[in-house]
């Protein structure tokens, strides 16, 4: 069985226009349906406004979805009470792009990773420390990086800091929200590096949501690209980078620079009306999926 | 063999500071010729972007230039009267800075935008400004470009708002152009787009570009020769193959392995 299972999940925004012009509704999650195995790191993919960040606040419930189902170990998340997905988000923890803006500048940081265990009412004072010191180990910062505020730290300290309060509830499934794109590239690699040494320590599911082809292809097992809500390819990363089907895969990935000056650059623009917007996902070879 | 368009010599930065002042650039010197496209890369902090405002003369307080050259058509901009200064920044050098949001004016419609900066620099009425703007959207791929210079800044895509920033660098036909970052905030499809429409402008008019990046795929992609910096050093120099095949310095090498899909040895290529 599937760690998470994501079933025709929509999310609508209704867009008002004032008192004399009707609504319009923004779909910015259209009918996506993917599963995640245990142990899995899942690639998430599209550009802005293509409505994975969206999928994966859905998923955590810090958006509601307009329909739809979210089974988490078999449990349909979306039906929880208020007080059962506060349970259930102990196993499912998100981390976000920006370190600036997702750490409350006025506490300290081990008072941040400290707060998931407080209002999960976990262990005594004592007990939370020490858990707060070993999770600094953990993500590679020190003891006495315990008191000082998030503006003391660099981008790549601060999304460990972000890592280690996700990872406080130990949890079974991390959704990283572009979480490494705000970093320059050493430190990105860096902090790749620390998510792929937790993911096998801590036997860890990662539902990598990211806009960043190179890096996508180098650490995901598998991926899914979104494009206008849909997800339209979906398949083993080697096995979707070396032969894309949807015309958007293709346009997509030709658009990545290529790091070699003499290599061929063959740009293949998106036309639009060469593929069918609505077309359903369907099998075009081993465990590989396309919307053509 | 011809003076460089552009030669940067010992340029040092510094930026007061409370307790002590802070050297942002560090004795930098590189050169580039006419028409030629030279690639700045580093990471943040790194002074890329110092450098850049520092040629044209805009860097501001706590920061100043200590010493060096920065010799353009054989002049010393550094030392030139801020009034002879302005009609080389905007005309002979421009600036296409990464964040088009930022840098168009929100309540200024784009024409105008584009017309300003051809008004401060040539003496023509509006109306010759206006068709001369009609042209440059042309020329950035802008359809329908008439009615386009009635939008605002808010009206255009990401996309579009960076090809009115490129059009307004263009407006005076400059010898070189200093692009910032310039597609690092746009998604990868609509940056392959810039990219191209850059490399055609480049053929078209001539162009020399001091391209600063932080992405080795746009450095391979646009630039002759790579410079690049670290904690506002220049640690190393070289035609674009030389430095992502064998490049030399440890920090290169170290930035080099940093970037995904980067293959050991650099063959670099993924299809």
Redesign the interface.
């Known amino acids: 069985m599937a760690l998470l299972q994501v079933r025709n999940l929509v999310k609508h925004f209704v867009r008002r226009h004032g008192l004399w012009r009707p609504p319009s509704v923004v779909k910015a999650v259209d009918d996506v349906s993917f599963s995640i195995e245990e142990g899995e790191m899942f690639g998430l993919v599209g550009e802005s406004g293509s409505g994975k960040s969206t999928t994966g606040r859905c998923i955590l419930r810090l958006i509601e979805p307009t329909s739809g189902d979210v089974f988490f170990r078999g449990e349909n998340v979306l039906q929880f009470s208020r007080a059962r997905m506060r349970q259930a988000r102990r196993d499912m923890q998100i981390v976000f792009q920006d370190p600036y803006s997702s750490l409350n500048p006025r506490m300290r940081a081990g008072d941040i990773v400290e707060e998931p265990l407080i209002i999960h009412k976990l262990g005594s004072k004592a007990q939370r420390r020490a858990r707060v010191a070993e999770l600094f180990t953990l993500v590679g910062l020190d003891e006495n990086h315990l008191m000082r505020f998030p503006h003391e730290f660099s981008g790549g300290q601060r999304q460990r800091i972000g890592i280690a309060r996700a990872l406080a509830l130990s949890p079974a499934i991390v959704i990283a929200d572009e979480a490494v794109s705000a970093l320059d590239v050493s430190i990105q690699a860096q902090v790749v590096r620390l998510m792929l040494e937790l993911k096998d320590r801590l036997k860890l599911t990662y539902l990598f949501i990211a806009h960043d082809l190179r890096l996508v292809e180098n650490i995901c097992d598998r991926v899914a690209v979104m494009y206008l809500g849909k997800i339209v390819e979906m398949g083993n990363t080697h096995s979707l980078f070396s032969s894309p089907r949807h015309p958007y895969t293709r346009a997509l990935l030709s658009a990545v620079p290529v790091l070699d000056p003499d290599a061929p650059r063959g740009r293949i623009a998106l036309d639009p009306t060469s593929f069918d917007a609505r077309a359903p996902l369907k099998e075009i070879g081993a465990s590989h999926w396309a919307a053509v | 063999m011809p003076a460089p368009l552009l030669d940067v010599q010992h340029l040092t930065v510094v930026f007061d500071g409370v307790r002590s002042p802070v050297t942002a650039v560090n004795d930098l010197s590189f050169e580039i010729a006419a028409g030629e496209t030279l690639g700045l890369v580093g990471?943040?902090g790194s002074g890329k972007s110092v450098t850049a405002f520092s040629i044209l003369r805009l860097l501001q307080p706590p920061g100043r230039v200590t010493s060096g050259r920065v010799l353009f058509e054989g002049r010393d901009l550094l030392s030139l009267p801020e009034r002879e200064m302005r009609q080389v920044r905007g005309a002979r050098i421009s600036l296409i800075f990464q964040e088009p949001m930022t840098a168009l004016n929100p309540v200024m419609r784009v024409g105008d935008q584009i017309a300003e900066a051809i008004t401060v620099h040539d003496r023509t009425d509006r109306v010759a400004a206006w068709d001369r703007a009609v042209e440059l959207l042309d020329a950035v791929h802008i359809p329908d470009a008439r009615r386009r210079l009635r939008d605002y800044p808010h009206q255009l895509s990401g996309g579009m708002r960076q090809r009115v920033m490129i059009a307004i660098a263009l407006a005076c036909r400059p010898a070189l152009v200093i692009a910032d970052e310039p597609t690092t905030a746009l998604?990868?499809?609509?940056?392959?787009q810039v990219?191209?429409l850059l490399r055609e402008l480049r053929a078209r008019y001539a162009l020399a570009l001091l391209l600063i990046t932080?992405?080795?795929?746009?450095i391979?992609?646009m630039?002759d020769r790579v410079a690049v910096m670290h904690n506002g050093s220049l640690v190393e120099e070289g035609p674009?193959?030389q430095i992502?095949r064998a490049p030399v310095h440890e920090y290169t090498q170290?930035?080099l392995?940093?970037?995904?899909?980067?293959r050991a040895g650099g063959?670099?290529?993924?299809?």
């Open positions: 990471e943040s998604d990868v499809t609509i940056q392959a990219l191209d932080h992405d080795f795929g746009v391979a992609e630039a674009v193959r992502l170290r930035l392995a940093a970037v995904p899909g980067m063959d670099g290529g993924r299809r």
